[in-house]
């Protein structure tokens, strides 16, 4: 296993410039790279029900958790809720437009399963009003020429269904999921061609079960967060086999999942513990998911089922904390995918870091510590620098580790601030998509990588989870102040627009010029410049100062 992984550190290293420094820029490995992408390549951009539709009560909705969580004091930055967001439950026309006006033709947005079935079993359901909404909505993009994209799950659970089986921690649930998924293909199936079952289960368990800093506020990562990740899988394997069964001949349309992950980079990656940590952290975050559906042999990572049955053997406990699937359950778990749908935002340089007597649960069980390097710039996000290099690194992992799939970004952005005045002349967003895009486009180009779309988060600033409208994501700016919410576009969705019309960087196009003429900006290229500069500086001060004290 130590020879497999020095083996694709040495690999990863090798196609994409290993570095010490992980700050400094290195040529080889972030130099500008021109050129298409491969004709029929999708360009799309995202938003999720929840953090824009608004019309929280409206027309027969029920509650849902995000509802309840942020209606509690103390749960969100400045007491915001999602209650009118940007009013896309009455301006979606609008929105269209907005999409078109970039020049795309693929929409992700996802469905609120309490718009459809409000209390979240069939038998509350549905809702007409909700159905309308949507088929409104799907209908208004088909007339454009916009290929919707559908998550079924981002984050909104029927609070019903929180209150009746305790939200994700109970297998109930995975039918209620499985009835309303069935319903979803039956309805809008005939103009969806591609389907996303959950939307990064990884936050949902730990985040909301774990953490308690999302929506529904569990604080038990020791077991709910391990809980939440078994029953998803199940309910994902479901829904997909409902509709590879019932739908897909007279559909034709692709259903997966999308999962999250940064990349993880050794500290040191000629120290082996170093690279195995990297590794661990990798399969405790994206592995925990992928594995079970992509690997050949399916199930959890072995070296999470390892770690966590020493770990709980440690406590004093006969079983693993880690939920056991039967071979009946791998069986009909695995495969269940027809691609790969992938959200990355940044990356983490890790360090073996094994801490007697901490306290059991997710965070402490992968054994590591985190870093950043001091040279990487931060968006608003505090979690979110910008390390572009580690995309192209994350999807050559997924290449080599999962069958070499077909990927989907379904999710890649940056965020600002929420300030006055706004940020329209967003040139930190436009830097991170530059770079960010042709770090796809290397992989694809070079390592071979199968990446079949790119997905911009987002389309117009929103509601930003529990950081409220404090941050800023969008290609639109949206003026909260303004009861008609307003959106008008910023300088990052006029270059996104020019990055799509020329299908990537073709040499002699203007989009490919204004990159190459921001690249080394973009890239820290002139940021370590000015550090050499003032060292240089320095250095004639410090002689000068010692001529000074010899005369």
């Not at 039918?175 to 969806?192: K, L, S």
């Not at 800093?213 to 990562?221: N, R, T, V």
């Not at 406990?317 to 269940?336: A, K, M, W, Y």
């Amino acid at each position: 296993m130590l020879i497999l992984l020095m083996t694709t550190s040495l690999f990863l290293g090798l196609v994409c410039g290993a570095q010490y420094d992980y700050g400094a820029y290195d040529h080889n490995r972030d130099a500008f790279r021109p050129g298409r992408f491969p004709d029929g390549f999708i360009w799309s951009t995202a938003t999720a029900s929840y953090q824009i539709e608004g019309g929280w009560d409206a027309d027969g909705k029920g509650e849902s958790i995000w509802d309840r969580f942020s209606h509690t004091p103390g749960k969100v930055d400045r007491g915001d809720t999602g209650d009118v967001a940007c009013d896309s439950y009455n301006k979606y026309r609008e929105d269209v437009q907005l999409i078109t006006g970039m020049g795309l033709r693929y929409y992700r947005f996802s469905l609120s399963w309490t718009r459809i079935f409000p209390d979240g079993t069939s038998t509350s359901g549905p809702n007409q009003a909700g159905v309308d909404y949507y088929n409104n909505l799907i209908n208004e993009l088909v007339r454009n020429g916009v290929t919707p994209m559908v998550t079924l799950y981002h984050w909104d659970l029927p609070q019903n269904v929180q209150d009746t089986y305790g939200g994700w921690v109970s297998e109930g649930v995975v039918q209620h999921y499985n009835d309303y998924a069935t319903f979803a293909f039956q309805t809008f199936g005939d103009r969806v061609r591609y389907w996303l079952t959950f939307n990064e289960p990884w936050a949902v368990c730990y985040v909301g079960y774990g953490l308690g800093m999302h929506a529904p506020g569990i604080q038990d990562e020791r077991n709910s967060t391990y809980l939440c990740a078994h029953n998803i899988l199940k309910a994902h394997a479901g829904a997909w086999h409902t509709y590879d069964r019932n739908f897909r001949a007279d559909q034709s349309g692709q259903v997966s999942i999308t999962l999250n992950s940064d990349w993880a980079e050794p500290r040191d990656p000629d120290r082996a513990a170093d690279v195995m940590a990297a590794d661990r952290f990798l399969q405790f975050y994206l592995g925990w998911f992928a594995n079970p559906i992509y690997s050949e042999t399916g199930d959890y990572p072995a070296v999470m089922k390892e770690t966590m049955l020493a770990k709980s053997q440690a406590e004093g406990l006969r079983e693993s904390r880690l939920p056991q699937f039967t071979q009946e359950e791998v069986n009909f778990i695995r495969g269940t995918s027809d691609f790969f749908g992938l959200n990355h935002y940044t990356t983490r340089i890790i360090e073996d870091n094994v801490v007697v007597g901490a306290a059991p649960g997710y965070t402490n069980d992968r054994d590591v510590a985190q870093y950043t390097a001091p040279e990487w710039t931060r968006a608003q996000s505090q979690w979110l620098y910008e390390v572009p290099w580690g995309l192209r690194r994350l999807l050559n992992f997924i290449k080599l580790n999962y069958g070499d799939p077909e990927v989907l970004v379904t999710e890649n952005g940056r965020s600002d601030g929420d300030v006055t005045p706004p940020v329209m002349q967003d040139r930190n967003r436009i830097c991170y998509y530059i770079t960010y895009i042709d770090e796809v486009l290397k992989a694809i180009s070079e390592d071979g990588v199968k990446v079949r779309a790119y997905t911009a988060w987002s389309l117009m600033d929103n509601f930003e989870w529990a950081r409220g409208y404090t941050e800023r994501f969008g290609l639109h700016y949206v003026d909260f102040n303004d009861p008609n919410r307003p959106r008008t576009a910023k300088q990052s969705a006029g270059v996104y627009r020019d990055i799509v019309a020329n299908n990537g960087f073709p040499e002699g196009a203007d989009v490919t010029r204004l990159a190459g003429n921001m690249w080394r900006g973009c890239r820290g290229a002139a940021v370590t410049t000015s550090a050499n500069i003032a060292l240089l500086v320095l250095s004639f001060i410090m002689a000068g100062i010692y001529g000074l004290i010899k005369m």
